[in-house]
């Protein structure tokens, strides 16, 4: 067995190289992406993590997903939220390091605030400033019927995507270089009290070059079925691939139901694979086969008792006067034009978040 001190001194050279080389590998991706530029954060030790998390305990989970966690924990008598990637995922580091350089450059109240990181372990250890709580976006869409988890009114939907259009404005015009979040997901949504939105998971980010207005032979990263088609099919990334990531994200709050699971299938299923519309403003994607739903669902909200068939029934549930029904029509062709084919036709997320703003104050 090895003393208890000689183990100690083993270990200690580890740290030593970890914090060398992600301190040198942070400076250049700081430098690179924002000039160096950056909001200060505390640098804290593996110790101090591991003493404000009881050793990460599994009952301080609060949050797991595919490639890390979320656990809480207290230092100094202030709740933290601490995030912890898998260590043996291939691609947790290059994330991480995304998540440091673009997280300590925020500065939003729908934006999850860093307030420092780890850079002693082979991957480093995120540190927020508070704990999750309600839990995501996502759950309160997908998990409502969980004890945790309330569902959410159409009034309140309205609210949380005004604030969400609101983040994404911020990133595409609050900076030197417009940032690219790219993987809109309503899982990398954290409610707070109130069903305050906050943002987090910068893992894909990408700021676009100085003089350039997209990025050109980008990596194809994001969550398969929410990536815009100049992503998937040119390896092009711009603001405007947000908007179609965030026009996934209205139909979604909208539906209720999720991409992944299967709602657009199901309206190609129900309603045909016709891909003909009597209305010309949409101009929906349909150069796959996997957009021909778009199609089918402009069809359905432009017929009678629509929303009976589309809507979240919990949304229905809550009764349908007429002014709440023109609404969400509005609502979902805004969502459809954020999912047109070609970059170009879709609006600015400035566009849209004064376009949601504007539905939501005029919400009974």
């Known amino acids: 067995m090895i003393p208890f001190w000689r183990k100690k001194h083993q270990e200690e050279p580890d740290k030593i190289t970890f914090t060398v080389k992600n301190g040198e590998i942070l400076l250049e991706k700081f430098i690179t992406t924002f000039d160096g530029k950056r909001n200060p954060i505390r640098n804290f030790s593996c110790e ?39 260590s043996n995922e291939e691609y947790a580091y290059d994330e991480c390091i995304n998540n440091i350089v673009f997280a300590s450059q925020m500065c939003h109240r729908h934006i999850l605030k860093l307030i420092g990181c780890c850079i002693e372990t082979r991957v480093p250890i995120l540190v927020f400033e508070s704990p999750v709580k309600y839990g995501t976006l996502r759950d309160h869409i997908h998990k409502h019927h969980e004890p945790h988890f309330e569902s959410l009114s159409w009034k309140q939907r309205l609210k949380i995507t005004t604030e969400i259009a609101n983040t994404f404005s911020y990133l595409h015009v609050g900076f030197a270089k417009p940032i690219v979040y790219s993987n809109m997901n309503l899982s990398h949504f954290l409610l707070e009290e109130h069903y305050v939105p906050k943002l987090f998971d910068f893992s894909f980010a990408e700021c676009i070059p100085k003089g350039e207005t997209q990025i050109k032979e980008a990596q194809i990263r994001g969550t398969m079925g929410n990536m815009a088609p100049e992503h998937v099919m040119k390896s092009v990334l711009d603001e405007k691939c947000d908007v179609f990531g965030f026009g996934l994200l209205l139909l979604e709050l909208l539906t209720g139901q999720s991409w992944l699971n299967g709602f657009l299938n199901s309206f190609a299923k129900k309603y045909g694979d016709s891909s003909e519309t009597e209305d010309e403003d949409i101009k929906c994607s349909s150069g796959t086969e996997d957009h021909h739903w778009l199609w089918n669902f402009v069809k359905k909200i432009n017929e009678d008792n629509w929303f009976v068939e589309v809507v979240d029934p919990i949304i229905v549930g809550e009764g349908l006067c007429p002014e709440i029904e023109q609404q969400m029509k509005v609502f979902a062709k805004l969502a459809v034009k954020c999912l047109f084919e070609s970059g170009e036709d879709r609006p600015t997320m400035i566009d849209v978040a004064k376009q949601l703003r504007q539905l939501y104050l005029s919400a009974p």
Request: charged share 25%; no cysteine.
């Open 48 to 86: 101090e993590l591991e003493l404000a998390t009881n050793n990460y305990d599994t009952v301080n989970i609060t949050m797991i997903e595919v490639y890390f966690k979320f656990y809480k924990g207290f230092l100094q008598d202030r709740q933290i939220s601490v995030l912890k990637f898998k």
